[in-house]
């Protein structure tokens, strides 16, 4: 965070030529934000300190881990696209008084997220767009800067676990159903193709979200 205060200014000649100072958070205003969406467990570090320059100028850095709960629509598991969003408000300060603003493009904090995203992970990040607008309560309008990520999910794992077979197990009820084999023989394979289907169910309801109002297409088929 950045901000300026014009009542905290000095010339740096007249002090040793010091031009910055580091104070505790609590020794001057700071601008309060929140995170809108639900969280469901954060950690902050014990850094509360802030920079301050003979300009007036505040600098405030703080590194911030949330998890954050997003809706998800699944309907094309495993080739399915997401977005979450990460509002950020001050509903203390309205935008009379405060106006947040983004000092970096999405395209430069697209660069930096690359650089701590997790390359190796089940999704790939692959857009970053910042949305500022103003929300109205009380009769008052407050700043509210969002910022969209949006996620794809990598299917190869996927594809090769559970649609192959599930694929398999198709084709291979097909040829039981067309074979030239007895009735015993296809009651037989019907029920192994039954249980493996079921079982191929079991592990999809596993390992998908429950956030999702619609269950995915190899769901439902």
Known sequence: Q???NTFVTWDPQDFCNISRVILPMDAYWYPPIFILERVSGHHSTSLESVVVMHNGSFNFTQTFQATLTCSL???KFPFDTQTCNL???SFLYPATDLIMMTR???AEMMNDSHS???TDGEWKFTNLSIVRYFEELNEENFCVVTYMISLERRPTLYILNLILPTCALYLLDMAVLFGPSSLEEKINLQIAIILGSSMLAVILN???PTSSN???MIGTG
């Open 116 to 118: 701590f995203f997790l």
């Open 206 to 208: 596993d390992i998908l």
């Open 73 to 75: 629509m699944i309907f």
């Open 2 to 4: 950045e901000w300026e």
């Open 214 to 216: 619609k269950p995915p």
């Open 87 to 89: 509002s950020i408000a």
């Open 104 to 106: 970096r493009t999405p």
